[in-house]
């Protein structure tokens, strides 16, 4: 699957070229046409906003929470809301990608790939934020 061109993208792939080269007795390259490597560029570099700390932390409360809860399976992710930075992203039972055979769920990262419905996300934050204008007697 190849990512649009639109946004980040495009900047992020860099510019491959192909080129011609010499090679020696054993194979390798010797020379290669410099002209075409000219054009060659790297993408821009990619800054990581994970917080190791923090990271940590949510790892940590997740794992007592689902063990008091009793769930299965949870996930927590931690964002600074006024730039949209990841702080923290995490799941339990741990992502691992690189596994090609068992539960799906097992190589995906559910907290970013499970759509879930806005409104009923929305209604506990909507709550907390009415919170402190409420009246009471």
Known sequence: ?????????????????????VRDALGRPAFIDVQAARHARDGEAVMLTIDNSLQF???????????KTGARAGSVIAMNATTGEILANGQHPELQPQRSRGAV????????????????????????????WLETD
């Open 57 to 67: 932390s949510a790892e940590e409360e997740l794992r007592e929470s689902m063990r």
């Open 105 to 132: 769920d097992r190589r995906r990262n559910r907290a970013v790939t499970m759509v879930t419905n806005a409104g009923s996300t929305i209604k506990p934050i909507l709550m907390a934020s009415a919170l402190p």
């Open 1 to 21: 699957m190849k990512a649009s061109s639109s946004g980040k993208n495009s900047s992020l792939e860099g510019k491959v070229v192909s080129v011609r080269a």
